[in-house]
């Protein structure tokens, strides 16, 4: 059986969660007795359940890249600003 990342085990509800855990003993059951046919179903299964939780990351990682963006805006206006006030003294001195 194959496990999810962390990231997105951590991003399941609680509900989700034991549905993932019981899934995940039965299939690991199922391995041992060497049934691949049914763990392969069960695998199906936990893919289709974890589906919510992976847009959740994506979501998160969207979020953080606006937050990302916004930054580096806010940055490089900060700086133009600065390089303006800059030339702006130079030119009262003269």
């Known amino acids: 059986m194959r496990h999810c990342s962390v990231q997105v085990r951590g991003l399941l ?3 989700e969660l034991d ?3 019981a899934m995940m003993e039965v299939g690991s059951y199922l391995e041992s007795q060497m ?3 049914l763990s ?3 695998q199906k299964e936990i893919d289709l359940l974890i ?3 992976i847009e959740r990351l994506k979501e998160k990682s969207r979020a953080r890249d606006a937050a990302t963006a916004e930054y580096l805006e806010q940055k490089r206006r900060a700086e133009m ?3 303006l006030a800059a030339l702006a003294a130079e ?3 003269d």
Request: proline share 5%.
């Open 81 to 83: 600003e600065a390089q």
């Open 40 to 42: 392969a179903i069960v």
């Open 91 to 93: 030119e009262d001195e």
């Open 13 to 15: 509800t609680r509900d």
């Open 35 to 37: 049934r691949h046919d």
């Open 51 to 53: 589906m919510p939780a």
């Open 19 to 21: 549905r993932y855990n």
